[in-house]
């Protein structure tokens, strides 16, 4: 007899999908064959378990997902051949038996996501070491893939596989090409985002101590803004401390000049951020690149105004239409509420802030009503 021709990994793939799809529908209604012989997700479950059993026996990954199989298709027969019975006993012996019907489907989702990542991670990890190609198509959908599998949350195996594969640095890499597309640059960015976000812990350092701080200023486009914020909203002050120290301050400010309006609202938030978490230094550092006269021309355009008046407005309108309404204000109450200054240093800055806004106001007027905003919207 003729060898069955061997499945591709899509086709592997999509019978693992469906496999999973019925172990995670038997979790949510572990329905017991005793009570219910026609039960859909462990007929389907069992059907599966008889379809996959080449593609189990060819893969030694998948030998333990093979175990689980066999000890469910156990369990229901012999659940089948128990006569059901109306004591306390036979509905104990039940509810037990669902329990371990539930438990073994959860073993099976868990063994083909394993699987899943394994694979996803491998074809990830070669696509990342020859970025260059013509198409960017499929490269993409492996960097969306994977930033959504990571944004479910901490796993460790998952971990294990992201470290194994070494994924961050191949990422790293990416982002600071610039031979590579800017869109694989900016969904390798995201990733990295991600990954941030999946366990600080592990990852920040490479963050603080490699070039992702510099490349993303350096592509200066909005979605390389848009991670940075992330990035700072995520690590903190020591994030804040290496932008400062590597003389990048200058340039997410210049981002204030853009003229694309999404580039300047995301650098108003990158520099919200940094006035929230940073220290001294990297307040300094802004005073003296001149934001607030920068935020007060901001503020004066079509786009800004004060709280108070666009009060009578929806807040939505208000946010969507005048989104550097308030902004001098605005950065005084991140420096007044955040976590990187000292309490004098705070009262120091603020005097400082005030006078800068005199200084840039075109109006008497003018400067007595961002005054006393800053007044009002900060504690004295």
Known sequence: MADSPKLQPPQILQVLQALKQASHDLQAHPS?????????????LLELHTESDAILSDDPNLSSLSHHLTD?????????????????????????????????????????????????????????????RDDDEELVKLLIQFEERVSLGFNRELQDLVLRFRVFSSLESILCDPKCSKRIREHSAFAIA??????????????????TICALTSMASANSIQVLCSLIRSIKSPIVDEIESNGEI????????????????????????IGYFGRKEAVEAMLKEGIIKKLVELQRSELGGDLIDLGRRSEEEGEESHPFASCVARFAVQLEVGEGLRQR????????????VREASISDAEAATIVAEVLWGSSP
């Open 250 to 273: 200058p340039k997410i400010i210049s981002f204030l000049n853009s003229q694309d309006l999404q580039m300047r609202v995301l650098a108003m938030d990158c520099v919200l951020e």
């Open 72 to 132: 469910l298709k156990n369990l229901v027969d012999s659940l089948r051949n128990t006569k059901r019975g109306l004591s306390l006993l036979s509905f104990l012996s039940r509810r037990v038996s669902a329990h371990s019907v539930s438990r073994i489907a959860g073993s099976i989702e868990s063994e083909i996501q394993k699987w899943i990542d394994r694979e996803s991670l491998g074809d990830l990890s070669r696509a990342l070491r020859e970025p260059i």
């Open 345 to 356: 240093e705070r009262r120091a800055f603020k005097q400082g802030i005030l006078q800068r």
């Open 32 to 44: 017991l064959p005793a009570d219910d012989p026609n039960s859909a997700a462990i007929k389907a």
């Open 194 to 211: 991600a990954l941030i976000r999946f366990n600080k812990d592990v990852f920040v350092g490479q963050v603080l101590m490699g070039p």
